[in-house]
């Protein structure tokens, strides 16, 4: 398997702008996971979902962020409109369960927001 | 909530040496896992230890968990450049949740 797969890996983008990120998890993970990871704040979870379901959200800092899984191998992390402090870089993750099970993590999104 | 924290922030070791890394928690886990990180990539899961368990082996790695001083410590033996690289401890949060929650990592500077 090639491993969790994340599209961009960079994105540079102005302040207003809808940025889109996405994720291909790990075939046969139940588990899919989006962190954001500052150096204030270290890494954040945003959001998980199981069998493509949201599970915890609470994690969403704002009604600007969303996200999606319509099928087991896509999820998108979506924010509209960004904003400069969005600025981090983003990780997706797939496991096959939660905290009793290691997570495989992709190579991460940089968003730059000007 | 973070539940895990890493002690010490920073680490600069000379090539061969040991390198400890400890993480501190606040409440009871049931397990607890470490994480290397290195510059411009993703998390890479190292090992996962319960509660149940005292100490834990993987290469050149040992892991060790005292539940009763809510901590847990990495030993890096015969440390290698290639060693450098951010470590996180990850613990279950706060309250029964099922999310994995990460401390902030120790970020270990291996010289030749």
């Known amino acids: 398997d090639a491993g969790v797969i994340q599209s961009p890996r960079h994105e540079v983008t102005e302040m207003g702008q809808e940025v889109t990120l996405r994720c291909k998890p790990i075939s046969g993970h139940d588990y899919l996971f989006w962190y954001r990871q500052t150096m204030m704040r270290g890494l954040e979870l945003l959001i998980y979902f199981n069998n493509n379901v949201p599970i915890d959200d609470s994690g969403m800092p704002e009604d600007r962020f969303s996200a999606k899984m319509p099928n087991a191998s896509f999820s998108t992390l979506k924010i509209q409109p960004s904003e400069p402090r969005d600025s981090a870089v983003y990780f997706c993750a797939s496991s096959f369960g939660t905290f009793s099970y290691e997570q495989y993590f992709g190579p991460g999104t940089r968003l730059t927001v000007t | 909530s973070q539940q895990g924290e890493e002690d010490p922030q920073a680490l600069s070791i000379q090539e061969g040496e040991n390198a400890t890394m400890n993480c501190s928690y606040k409440?009871?886990?049931?397990?607890l896992q470490w994480y290397r990180q290195n510059s411009g990539r993703g998390l890479v899961h190292l090992i996962l230890i319960r509660s149940n368990e005292r100490e834990k082996h993987s290469g050149r790695l040992r892991v060790t968990l005292d539940t009763s001083k809510k901590s847990s410590s990495l030993l890096i033996t015969a440390s290698r450049a290639a060693d450098t690289a951010s470590y996180f401890c990850?613990?279950?949060?706060?309250?029964?949740?099922?999310?994995?929650?990460f401390g902030k990592g120790t970020k270990l500077t291996v010289n030749p």
């Open positions: 990850a613990t279950d949060a706060e309250g029964g949740s099922e999310k994995l929650v």
């Open positions: 409440t009871s886990i049931n397990n």
